[in-house]
């Protein structure tokens, strides 16, 4: 799978900070927009602007975050992981057609579990080959794509655009970079932290992407990887 930052709201701490200091202040958000950039004095340093993040997030004033928006493109990532992808309503999405594009050769996920067992993986290709050789036939014989691909398995690759801003993307990861998360949509979302990483202007924000325990200090898990206490070792029984 490839995940690749494509577009995001320019100056985002600025713009966030701006937002989030208008709520607080008598002066006009144009005028503390001017200052965040450095365009009129005084100007606001960053470490200003990241001490009010840091403590609109700690406050549950998540709102703010909401003017920081990422597009992503997703190449290749499994129909299963785009279909848990897509129950976050909180985002845009444009995905691939199976009505209008035609299934490539061999375009199948294989789960780490079934690549690293040979037994398994024969029987995993031998039932894309049959899937896929089904689907060439019922196209052959004249069914519309949007029918012939009823044969298609989970594992058929798909490709999207998502857009989704800062706040939901730090709720989505609160839940999918979790170890107990499935290992696709996890894989997705470790992707999606390391392109906002990547980018100078951004890498403050990619460190608010955390799994809920970090948040928490605590892991709410019935099941614990066992990087942070139970929440029962932290809070107590029954809270
Ligand atoms: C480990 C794991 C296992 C899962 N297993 C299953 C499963 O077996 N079956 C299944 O069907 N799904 C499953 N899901 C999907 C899960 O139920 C959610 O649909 C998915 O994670 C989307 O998250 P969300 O609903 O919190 O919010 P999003 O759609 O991402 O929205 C973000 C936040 O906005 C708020 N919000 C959004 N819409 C509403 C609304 N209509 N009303 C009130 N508040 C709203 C909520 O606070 C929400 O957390 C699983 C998810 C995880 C992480």
């Avoid at 990532?77 to 279909?83: F, G, I």
């Avoid at 460190?207 to 809920?212: A, E, F, R």
């Amino acid at each position: 799978m490839i995940v690749k930052l494509i577009n995001y709201t320019p100056k985002p701490i600025e713009t966030a900070f701006t937002a989030a200091r208008t709520c607080y202040s008598a002066e006009g958000p144009a005028s503390i927009w001017s200052r965040a950039k450095g365009d009129s004095e005084p100007a606001i340093t960053r470490d200003r602007m990241h001490s009010l993040l840091d403590r609109v997030i700690a406050s549950g004033h998540m709102s703010v975050l909401e003017h920081i928006n990422f597009t992503f493109s997703i190449e290749g990532c499994s129909r299963a992981c785009s279909h848990q992808l897509v129950r976050h309503r909180i985002a845009s999405y444009s995905q691939q057609s199976q009505r209008y594009v035609k299934l490539k050769e061999r375009n199948f996920v294989i789960p780490p579990t079934i690549r690293g067992n040979d037994e398994a993986r024969a029987i995993f290709e031998k039932f894309l080959d049959s899937a896929k050789f089904a689907y060439e036939k019922l196209i052959e014989l004249g069914i519309p794509k949007e029918d012939a691909r009823f044969v298609l398995p989970n594992a058929t690759m798909t490709n999207l655009v998502m857009t989704m801003n800062f706040r939901e993307l730090y709720t989505v990861c609160q839940v999918r970079l979790c170890t107990r998360a499935q290992w696709e949509i996890r894989e997705l979302f470790i992707k999606v932290k390391a392109e906002i990483k990547k980018v100078p202007e951004l890498s403050g924000l990619a460190d608010y992407l955390q799994p809920k325990c970090i948040i928490l200090g605590y892991c709410p898990e019935e099941k614990s990887c066992g990087l942070m206490p139970s929440k029962s070792e932290v809070i107590g029984e029954g809270k």
